[in-house]
Structure formats: structure tokens, C-alpha cells
């Protein structure tokens, strides 16, 4: 059988024009003889739908896309589709949608493979919407038997994970019906597996060992059909792949685009290379990826065009611009410095280089006189009060204000700047330089953000040389730097991350890192006190395990013990 | 069988504070002669803890405040104990925590009853962190047998509910077993059930309804204990209640406030006069109550005493201040005029009288010269273009500016003060208006902040008469009213609630509501267009079946087919 694994990207609730997508992919599927087309989970109505599952309408247009997938499988030499869904559930009891793989062939749809295993962890809620499968059965496309299951229900597998999320492990299930197929149906074993599947660090390998693993153990064929795209803060990597029985990768989709390749299985190619993101540098180039990826779908599916974003001179908001401009040309990208009075004389020197070297329009627009007319106004309050937090988040919300105004003027989505360690820390201003419609690189640690920089620079230099060198500075006060309020940033982040991402205790980290538990808990204070601002933060584009946002729930008006 | 429901108000995670609570709500039960002292659901650790429970110390720390009640109930003619918490699962699969009803006795763990039934829907994500019970028996407590239940547990009763999210009833499967126990424990049926239930309009009478008709069917006397107090946008009512196998309501502890109220299996009172919030006023007075609460748990469980709210002269911000003063007493609040070149004569003598009424300070901070001075910095990009969008947010991002500012100065919280209609419409402006710590009023439609409005002047004119009768504005340019871009309040309320809350077509709530299916199609446009706003907004208090926060997910880059 020829399969065509189809890697496209929807839009969330834009049946249209997912569908229109699905028609291009079918018939360039055609034009390559597929026997069977398989495009990613939910792939009619875009993964996630979150809430809009609530609504019958949107239902209603998942179940007429599929009968119009359907139709593409009538008539002669027409490929069978495997097509991920919403339907509803018509039952007195329980939840009212079921996520399906559906499979369409000669025109109608042969088989509903209903997803069981429901993800809810992390940015994962699908047992707030959907109804799980109580069976799954061994169905039979053009003559052979598949194994089809939806994303998580071929991530229990009891011989990879050290520990069981679910009880039950469909593929297993599947395998065994295998046992006793009759004669012209048992024969080599093949598992079908429609994904959208998030990307973070490391996720594509694991992904890829975790099938692969699954493959070897029962002797199987397992097509892996992922989404690519971000749908807001989620963004899939694709990474579509072929594993053959012996564990091995023969054949893999690009990650990061949407893509089409054939797979034949009575002719499996040799072993591929297989990605493997461990290698830091890797890391940071499949980093960039995503992060251009993020970018570019969120503002395109916003239905906007062009970004706007602060450049202060600083490595954060340099990066941020190199990215915008990867993911949206340089004609759509502007930068705006505002210094103040603080601001150190690189500050706009090394944003104009940076905006020259991108070749976008940069502006000036000083926010000095407005502070001024702030504090004259804030006078009668302030008068006999030291210079302090309040005068320093004054300038940062200027900046944010000026930034939206253009914004609201030119109709460009403004980009967020902070950092992760920053978002972490609350070394941020709330309405300042929070201020966006996005946040790049807020799930990017301080360190993090050199590296891509470097990656950026990786042909010539665009970021220029002072801003990568220079000591960070939020440039709130005179001559400040971060470390005057925060331990080094090579100290501080892995604090962070043992804190953030493992939920280490304070005594724990103290151990690993060798660092003080006084300090340890000094950070974990910071992280726990801001955790109101993250609340109203602009969504961040995921690129680790754990990052802000849908997938971090904690309360803000209770006691933390650290 | 004596048994106390102390309905108390406890903090997520302060241990040691709800440990202290209930020592203090135990010992004065024994003074009341209480054989059983019955604590909410997670009384030890705070309803909703959220992903708090994803750390060791904190499910630890459940686990040792557990041992620390048993010790309660050591000694001669000492109660025994039903109390909610969390405790670790030790198992290799499934999710590591459990919901459970600790029942304590002669100072051991007895009994844990763990919940069965886990809420996923709406604000609740109890199925992300719990373990579900597989199996529930009764217990029996000083000689007598009881079934207890979770919250949860109680609300899937075939006989009261159209459809049910479960396909398990716990309450009719212990019911069962009740027939089959030996002589002496057969006696009267008696349902214990541990709640963290919270309020939206109506619900106290649902729960009564409810649990009276589950009393009924089985023949049994019902005990429902339910968390007081706010924890972030969930406000928890408290209105714990016995109902008798005549399905009446016979014992009812106060609503919004913690209570201790005694009830003797041997000798049920008359009926009590029941909760009922379906009448108007009434449900005004509950939202009235619930928001005052709401308010001076986030401000006090967040450490802060005092709140800093901008004063327009309109209804919105009058009626905040009110139920601020309520919450936190006038010598706590203080209100801050900052009329612009296109706000009204009234917008600060009104702002000023309501002041003066609520004997609050309150300071004027004119924003026309910044907003001067923003203009002449903007003018380079802004000339040639017509006043529009960008000079109109300018002046609410002012005021939020200067509102941090002076919080930042002085320590108190900033109060938003927009309205439902409002934060639905995206008519208000992210960074400006909707700058603050919590939207005391985020669930609240205009029209109901009329009726609200009224409540607050029921004794005396707080509210000046001007601010309720002028027509809404929010002056951001001249002469603007609230209807030059929104239809009337009486026409907008209903289709948004419609929509919003029931989720409605626009052609059913065009037939419902007889209004054209353009104008209905038109605020829909508005609704999902400004999901962005909504996600950066303050945590609204939860008065509503559906608020905007938690409880209502939905994607910003995605495509809405209206």
C-alpha cells in the first residue's frame, strides 16, 4: 500500500479553508498514486478548538467537511483519506464531542475510530470536551488491516514510560485482535497514528524513539501523520515519520513547513537520518524554527500583516526583531526606540545598527519629556518620596503606551519583548514592556536568548556586537544592572528551570547547583510574588516542557510556604 | 447524632491558618456538645488549589495537617471529624493526587472516602490533578452509618438532571448498600457531603433543590458543608444546609460568611425559610454580597489592606468604590479624578460628591497635559491622520499609568472597573481602563450595574443621582456616547447574555429576542474580536453560569465563522 503522509496546516475554526487545504494535499497525493492520504488529528476544524467545541455550529461544520473529504474518495483509482475530526456525541450521558479518526473511502466514510486515551496535563484539557472511545477495532483499508489510533493512544506504552498516565494502552489492545485476523488479512502489521503533537525541546525525538520503540515491540509499521503550524501559544513541528519494525526511521516529513511524502509498504526505503535535537546547537536552530514559525502563524492568523516592537538597544528586543523579520519579511517589520534619561548612549545607536543591518525603518520617539509631564502631575504624591519602583515602571509604561498608539494608528501587532527569566522573575513592568500582542521569547531563558542571538548572527552579523556583549540592563535608573536585583543569569536559570519545569524544592535545587538554599528560596519568592503580572501577560509561544500560560495554573491570592 | 457544619473560609495553601480555623471551629463545636464536625472539601489546603498540587511539599504538608485534625479528636467525649483534603496516590499508574473526606475518630484516620466523580468543565479542572475513587462504602461513625460524598459526587442524580455528565451515580449505589446492612446500623439514611461549591447567580437555590431531591428520593437526611470565601475569581457562598427526607430545607448556615451551625439527627427543627435568589431583588442583594466578599479576599489573601480605583463620575467605577468601601472599610480605599480635555463638567464633581458620600479620599490628576505631550512626541507618525482609535486609547492608557504609579507608591491594589458588557464588546482598552489587580465588576452586565447601583443607594444616596441618570460615555472624544458605537444596554445585555452564556446562533437569539440577525450578527463580531483583550484582562469575580477567565477558553488566532 502507498501511503501519503499529509503534514498540512490548519487554522483553528477555518473549515474552508483547512479544507481547501485537504482537496491541494488529496490531489497531489493522487498525482503520486497514494492508495491512502492521512492528514493530522482535527485536521477539518485545526487543533486546539478549545471552547469553541461548545458551540453546535461548530460541530455542525466539522461533520460537513468530512462528507466533503469524503466525496474526494469516489471513483476509480481514488485514494482512501484518514482524516482527524470533532463529531458530535448523540447520547444521554456524558460529554457531547468525540475526537475521530475518520475513514473515508469510495465516497463515504467506512469507519470512526473514536480517540480513548484523552490527554489532561499540561496545556493538554481534552476531557473537558471530549467523550473517550470505550473500543477500538482493527479496521481493513484496501484490502489490508490497520491498527488506526488518535495522538496520546499510542503514548502509554508500559515497556517505554516509567510511569503509566492511563490504564488501558490501545495499541496493545489492537495488537492483540491482530493475533487471530484471518489468513489474508495477517499480514505485516501496520499502525496508523494522527498527531498534533506541541512542540517543546527535545519533543521530536522523543516522539520519535517513543514510536519507534512501539514499532520494534510489536513488529509493526507505524505511520505518524503530525500537525504543523502554531494555533497561539502551541506550535506543532510536523516532523511526520515512517517507523519500520526494527525501530528505525525510513522515512520523515520537515519539520516547521507543511509537507507531503510517500511511503510504500512493500518497498521500505533503508534508514533515515533521524532528528535528533539533544545537540545544543541543534536545539537552538530547531528553537529559531519554532519560534519564526510561532510568529509568522500568529500574526498571519490574527489576520494581521506587519509587527511593531520596542528595540531598547538590548539583546532581547534585538533578537525578537531578527525573528519578526525571518517570519514576516523586513517590509513588515518597525522598530521604535524610546530612551529616557537613563538610557545608556548605546541605546539608540545599537537599535539603528540592528534596524539597518534587517533593513527595517526605525524610529526615535524619546519618552523624557513625557516622564517629565508624569512626574509634575504625580508631584503632589511623590513630592518627599525617594526615587523607586513607581518612577522606574513609569518610563517602561510610556514606552508601552507610544508602542500601542502606533499600533492602534498603523494597524501592526505589537510584539512583547521579555524573557522567560524575566516573565519568571516579574523583572518586567505590567502595562510596560509586557505590553504586545505576543510574546516571542517569553518562554526563552536569559542564556537562552545569547545563544540565539549567536544562531542569529550565524552568517553575518545582524545583531551587532555591543548589544551581544554589553552587561543586561533594564536602564530604569542610573547606571543599573540586572545583577543589581537579580543573581547572574547563569545562576539564576537553572534555578529556574529545576524550579519551573521539575518543581524542585528549594533544598533540592540547593543540592544540584550548589548554590545557597538562601538564594534558591530568594528566586523561588520572586517567581511565586509575580505571579499576577504573568496572569495578564500577552500568550507566549511554547518551546519547553513547562512554559507560561494554559499549561501553568496557579492561583494568585494564596500562601506560598517556600 | 449531634453534628456541627463548619463552614469556614480557608486560604489556598496556608496550612498553618486553615489548621488554626479549624482547631478554633472544632473546639467550639465541642463546647455545642457536636458528636461530628463536619469541614468543607480541601479544607486543609484551599479550594482551588490548581497546580500547586503538582508539588511533593504541598501534598505533603495536606498529609501531616490530616494528622494534626485526627489529633483533634483524641480523648473522652471528643467529636469525630469529616474533613476534606488532598493526599498523595502511591500507585504506578494514573494521576498522583486524590480529593478526599478524611473521616477522623478517636484521634486516627478512620476512614477516606475519595472523590468519585471529578468536574471537568466550566472553571473546574479537577480530572487534570485528581485520581477518581473506583469504589465508595458506607462508614460508620459513632454508631451510626453514613455515606459520604465529595462535592461532585451528589450532582448526578438521574431523577433531577435532563442529562448527566457521568454515567455513575455514587449516592444511588451507597443507597444500595444501605439495604443490605445488619439491624442495627439500618436506622435513618443520613448523606454527609464535603463542598467547595461557588456561587453564580441562582446557585444556591439549585444546590438546595438538588440535594432536597436526592434527600427525598432515597429517604435520607442530607448534610451539605460548604467553603465560604473567595480564592481569586471563585467566590464561594457558603449557605451550607440539612435537608430531610421530606426534601425540605431544615438547618442553614448564613451565605458569604463563616458560620458554625449545630443540627441533631434525633431531633430535626420545622422547615427553615429557604434560599431563594430567583426573585430580582433578592438575586441583586446576592451578587451584592458575593462581590463584597470577592473583593476583600483578593485584596486581604493577596497581603494587601488598601485599593486605589479612578473615579469618572460614571456608574461603573461608582459602584466599585462602594462595594470597594463595604470590602475594605473608606478609610482603605481612595479615588483618583483624571478628567481629560473631552470628559464631561460632571466627571469630577460627581466622582467628588460620590467621595464625599463614601467619606473617602480622593485626588484629582488631570491628564490633558501628558495627553498633550504624548501628542506632540506622536505627531512626526500621527500627522495628516484623522482623531481616531489611537488618540482615544491614549487617555485610558494614561490613567492606568498614572493609577500603577501612584499603587506602586503606595502600596494598594488597583481596582479595574469595567463592566461585562464591556470586557464582551471589547469596548473598553487593554493597558488603559482595564489596568488593575482584579475586574471587581468583570461579570456584571451594565444593565445589572444599574440594578446594583440602586442596591448601593437603598438606605441613602451614595451613587449621586447625576452619575445614574446621565447617558453612558466614555469621553475619549467630544460629545461621544456609549450608543454611538454599541446598541442600547437593554438590547446588547440580552444578546450578549444569550450568546455568551447559552451559546445561542445569531438567528436563534434574533428569534428570541426579536431583534434583525445583522445587529445580533454585529455584537457577536465585537465578542470575538476582542478575545485578545480579554485574555490579558485582571481575574474577573465569578457572579455568572459563565464568566470570562478560567471557565471560558477560547483560541485568539483562530478564524470565527459568525
Known sequence: MR???????????????????????????????????????????????????????????????????????????????????????????????????????????????????????????????????????????????????????AWNDKMFWPRLNYSIDPVEELMKQWAVLPQPLSGPRLILNISASPYWHGKAEVRQRMIGALAKRHNATAVLVNQVGANDSLIFDGNSFVAGPDGEIHTQARGFVEDLVLFDTDNVPAKTVSVSDTNYETQTALTWQALVLGTRDYVRKCGFQKAILGLSGGIDSALVAVIAVEALGAENVQGIGMPSEFSSSGSVSDAEKLAQNLGIPFSVVPVREIYTRFSESLQPFFAGTPFGLAEENLQPRIRGSLLMALSNKTGALVLTTGNKSEMATGYCTLYGDMVGALAVIGDVYKTEVYALSRYANREREIIPEDTLTKPPSAELRPGQKDTDSLPPYEVLDPILKAYIEEYCSAEEIEARQNVSVELVRSVIQLVERSEYKRQQAAPVLKVSKKSFGMGRRFPIAAKREV
Chains 1, 2 share one sequence.
Not at 33 to 56: M, N, Q, R, S
Open 3 to 153: 501511503i501519503a503522509l499529509a503534514q498540512i496546516n490548519p487554522t483553528v475554526g477555518d473549515f474552508s479553508g483547512n479544507l481547501k487545504k485537504i482537496r491541494e494535499f488529496t490531489e497531489r497525493a493522487v498525482a503520486e498514486h497514494a492508495d491512502l492520504v492521512i492528514f493530522p488529528e482535527l485536521a477539518t476544524c485545526g487543533y486546539p478548538p478549545a471552547d469553541l467545541l461548545e458551540k453546535e455550529s461548530f460541530l455542525k461544520r466539522a461533520e460537513e467537511s468530512l462528507t466533503e473529504i469524503a466525496a474526494l474518495t469516489k471513483g476509480e483509482g481514488r485514494p482512501a483519506i484518514l482524516c482527524g475530526s470533532v463529531l458530535p456525541v448523540h447520547r444521554p450521558t456524558g460529554k457531547h464531542v468525540r475526537n475521530v479518526a475518520a475513514l473515508l473511502e469510495a465516497g463515504e466514510i467506512r469507519c470512526l475510530q473514536q480517540k480513548m486515551l484523552l490527554p489532561f496535563y499540561d496545556v493538554f484539557d481534552e476531557q473537558r470536551y471530549f467523550e473517550p472511545a470505550t473500543q477500538q477495532s482493527l479496521v481493513v483499508v484496501k484490502g489490508q488491516a490497520v491498527a488506526i489510533t488518535v495522538c496520546e493512544d
